[in-house]
């Protein structure tokens, strides 16, 4: 649903409407952008929905994995004021998309993460991300932010695993069956990550899994 924008009926200053004309025109721009800015993000991300794997294997306009280079926090080259924050990643390997060494994106903000509370990204991390489809005010976006966003860390051992900001919560929970109605034969190791209710998982495996079901997902 778009945001509610109300503008004020009245502001200090000239009361002629001729001279404040321009700031009101400025005003009224800018409000506009930021509902659009606001619900195209919204609509996008699923904020407030649960998705799962087999979902964001078939909408995912971009899959990519990669470290992350260059961070910038700032407003959007044409609108200033809309806060967003740019993201770099040196690929280490496309799962979906044009084969490129470098991916960046920008992501809308709808509050001021990354300069009063904790950064959503940073440099120097390991991501594999599962993208939008970019907006045409040249906005992106993990699908559903934290469940669309995995980081890979490596364990005790030096086992590369990855998660998302929701732990892999719900994240397997229909891949089995959607495997199954797509006539997909998994092999072991990808039905224990299938079987996974929450927590890491092994990065190879996982990234063979998303493979399987993006296979499938293309073909339609």
């Not at 740019?86 to 903000?109: H, I, K, T």
């Not at 995995?150 to 005790?156: E, G, H, K």
Request: glycine letters at 8%; charged letters at 25%.
């Amino acid at each position: 649903m778009s945001p509610t924008i109300i503008l004020p009926t009245s502001i200090d200053g000239p009361r002629n409407p001729a001279a404040r004309g321009p700031r009101w025109l400025a005003l009224g721009i800018a409000a506009l952008v930021l509902a659009a800015l606001h619900a195209d993000s919204a609509r996008a991300q699923f904020l407030y929905r649960h998705i799962d794997l087999p979902y964001l294997a078939e909408r995912a306009a971009t899959i990519v994995q990669g470290r992350v280079v260059e961070v910038r926090y700032e407003g959007h080259p044409d609108y200033p004021h809309v806060s967003t924050v740019f993201v770099a990643l040196e690929v280490e390997r496309m799962l979906r998309g044009d084969p490129a060494e470098r991916f960046s994106f920008r992501q809308y903000l709808a509050g001021p993460l990354g300069r009063k509370g904790k950064p959503e990204y940073a440099v120097g991390q390991r991501l594999l991300l599962f993208m939008t489809r970019e907006s045409n005010y040249g906005m992106s976006a993990p699908i559903a932010r934290e469940q669309g966003r995995f980081r890979i860390q490596r364990d005790r051992q030096g086992n590369e695993l990855v998660a998302n900001g929701y732990g892999n919560a719900g994240l397997f929970r229909n891949v089995p069956e959607a495997a199954l109605k797509a006539g997909i034969s998994l092999p072991p190791a990808q039905l224990r990550v299938a079987r996974s209710e929450r927590g890491p998982v092994p990065l190879e495996d996982f990234v063979e899994l998303v493979r399987s079901l993006s296979s499938q997902a293309t073909t339609r």
